[in-house]
C-alpha cells in the first residue's frame, strides 16, 4: 500500500483494491456525511450518538471545526464518504493541550486498513499542531478497537463501570490516552 500525503490529504490503495483518501471535510460534504452516519447511528453499536445532525447543524458544525481550529476529515472509498475522523482541542486554554478522538467506519468497508491510515492521519496532525494528549473512548464490547488503539501506544487511563447501556446491557466505558513525546 502507497501512502500519498499532501496538504493533509492522504491518498492511497486499500487492501481490496479501492481508492481511498481522506482529507478535510467541507461543508459540500455534509449530506453525504449524515447520509454515512444514518446506518452506524441506526445500529448504535460502537458509536455514542443517538441521531444524526440535519443538514443545517452538520454544516455549523463543520464552519465551527474550521475556525477554532480542530480537525473533521471525511474517509471517501472510491469517491463516496464512508466515515469520519475528528480532533476536538480543549475548549478553555488550560485543556487546549489535549483532544479528544472520535472516528467511524462504515461496515462495508471494515476490515481493508483504512482503521490504521486514520490513525496514522490524526496522530499526524496533532503532532503538527503541537497537541501533548490525544484521548478517547471505546466500549468494552469492542476489542478490535481497543486492541488497534493500543498497537497505535494508546495507554489506558481507566474505565467506567457500567457506563453504557446499549439494547439494555450494560457494559464498560474505557478511557484510553495517547501522550506525544515533547522532550
Request: with cysteine; hydrophobic share 40%.
Amino acid at each position: 500500500m502507497s501512502l500519498k500525503q499532501e496538504l493533509h490529504i492522504y491518498t492511497f490503495s486499500a487492501k481490496n483494491g479501492a481508492q481511498v483518501v481522506i482529507r478535510p471535510a467541507v461543508k459540500i460534504d455534509a449530506k453525504k456525511i449524515i447520509k454515512a452516519a444514518e446506518a452506524i447511528v441506526e445500529s448504535r453499536e460502537y458509536i455514542q450518538k443517538e441521531k444524526t445532525r440535519s443538514l443545517s447543524e452538520e454544516q455549523a458544525f463543520i464552519d465551527k471545526v474550521e475556525r477554532e481550529g480542530h480537525l473533521y476529515a471525511v474517509v471517501e472509498v472510491d469517491g463516496t464518504i464512508h466515515g469520519i475522523a475528528r480532533v476536538l482541542r480543549g475548549e478553555l486554554e488550560m485543556k487546549r493541550h489535549c483532544g479528544v478522538f472520535r472516528t467511524w467506519i462504515s461496515e462495508d468497508v471494515q476490515g481493508i486498513g483504512i482503521g490504521k491510515i486514520i490513525m496514522k492521519y490524526a496522530l499526524d496532525w496533532c503532532e503538527k499542531e503541537g497537541l501533548y494528549k490525544l484521548w478517547l473512548t471505546v466500549f468494552s464490547s469492542n476489542p478490535f478497537a481497543h486492541k488497534l488503539y493500543e498497537r497505535y501506544g494508546f495507554v489506558i487511563e481507566g474505565t467506567q463501570k457500567d457506563q453504557l447501556c446499549i439494547n439494555g446491557e450494560y457494559e464498560d466505558e474505557i478511557y484510553m490516552a495517547y501522550f506525544f513525546d515533547k522532550k
